[in-house]
């Protein structure tokens, strides 16, 4: 490995060595990957005869010293580089070829699904300009939208939507099985492209939710507001007048239950029977009568008590509600400092 490669082969290694911004290395790189840009392939070689540093980007003649510093950390393989450049490759760690990865206010803005590359890339040191046409509005299910591109409903969109996740899917679940375990960078990034892919399809699919549902919430609300405020006061007057008829429903089945106990008593009957017969005061000569109804309702005389007595109890300690109320309890005082017996804040790793 000659001197001058030096640089690039010890960070395609994976070593971190300085950067100086206007000491451009020679090498094979790439420019900076990011999502919804296509990254392109750069060389940077030292002319033998002219000892003149020269630097080609896609194919093309750049300045060195322009191109060096969207490139720098990316060093790339002399393979992967001609594979890319010359036939058209994909880089180890694209994961968007024939995927609809268009950026979410696109879809929501011009209701279509167009091609098979994200939208909206821009002229820079390290992107190209695809050629998006912008039609309609989300919800028209017109199929045509002028132009090659068709205008897409949102039904269309969602079928869209789905193939290219199934697609996604399918080819995730075949490369985790071929990889195996990850064991190198490459590999780590791909299947981290992987997941900012789904995380982007979950965005995408989010929002067209959103905007799909939010007529028919509207729709709902405005509903709500003409007839919610109806629904409220004839509740409230029913309740009014409920309220107001129990004391005499309660004294008049109480002068009922009198007069049959003294009927009772007159005919020497069983007053055994008495609990049995049925006497409540009605009130309402048209539609549904009014009568009490007997309803339970817990009165917690000394809440320490309940609770020694049910502390102990399965049926309490496996609520899944107790549960999650406990651990979020134990949660808030373990982050203030505080010891709580039966409990620990553990860390984890986790990817995110």
Request: hydrophobic share 35%.
């Amino acid at each position: 490995m000659s001197k001058q490669l030096t640089y690039w082969h010890s960070t395609l290694q994976g070593k971190s060595l300085p950067i100086h911004e206007n000491d451009p290395q020679e090498g094979w790189y790439r420019t900076r990957p990011r999502k919804g840009y296509r990254s392109l392939s750069v060389r940077i070689w030292r002319d033998e005869g002219s000892g003149e540093l020269l630097a080609l980007r896609d194919g093309k003649r750049v300045d060195p010293y322009e191109v060096w510093t969207w490139v720098c950390l990316n060093p790339v393989s002399v393979e992967a580089y001609e594979d890319v450049l010359e036939h058209g490759g994909h880089w180890p760690d694209d994961v968007t070829s024939g995927l609809r990865l268009n950026r979410p206010d696109e879809v929501l803005n011009s209701g279509t699904v167009t091609g098979r590359s994200v939208a909206r890339r821009h002229r820079s040191a390290d992107t190209v300009r695809s050629p998006v046409k912008r039609h309609g509005a989300i919800g028209h299910n017109s199929r045509t939208g002028g132009d090659d591109c068709p205008e897409l409903g949102v039904e269309d969109i969602a079928f869209t939507l789905k193939q290219d996740l199934s697609r996604l899917k399918s080819d995730v679940l075949a490369w985790l099985s071929e990889v195996g375990e990850i064991a190198d960078q490459v590999t780590a990034d791909r299947c981290a492209n992987y997941a900012d892919a789904f995380a982007s399809f979950e965005k995408q699919a989010e929002e067209l939710r959103t905007k799909a549902k939010k007529p028919v919430l509207d729709e709902g609300r405005a509903i709500d507001q003409r007839w919610k405020p109806l629904v409220s006061q004839a509740d409230e007057g029913k309740r009014l007048c409920k309220k107001a008829l129990e004391p005499f429903l309660i004294a008049e089945t109480e002068r009922l239950e009198r007069e049959l106990m003294e009927q009772l008593q007159a005919e020497n009957g069983d007053l055994s029977v008495l609990s049995s017969l049925a006497v409540s005061a009605k009130a309402g000569t048209f539609g549904r009568t009014i009568s009490l109804r007997r309803v339970r309702k817990i009165v917690v005389s000394d809440r320490t008590a309940l609770i020694t007595h049910y502390h102990r109890d399965p049926r309490f300690l496996n609520d899944e509600a107790v549960q999650k109320l406990l651990a979020k309890l134990a949660e808030h005082d373990l982050q203030a400092g505080l010891s709580v017996p039966g409990a620990e804040s553990v860390e984890e790793k986790v990817a995110a």
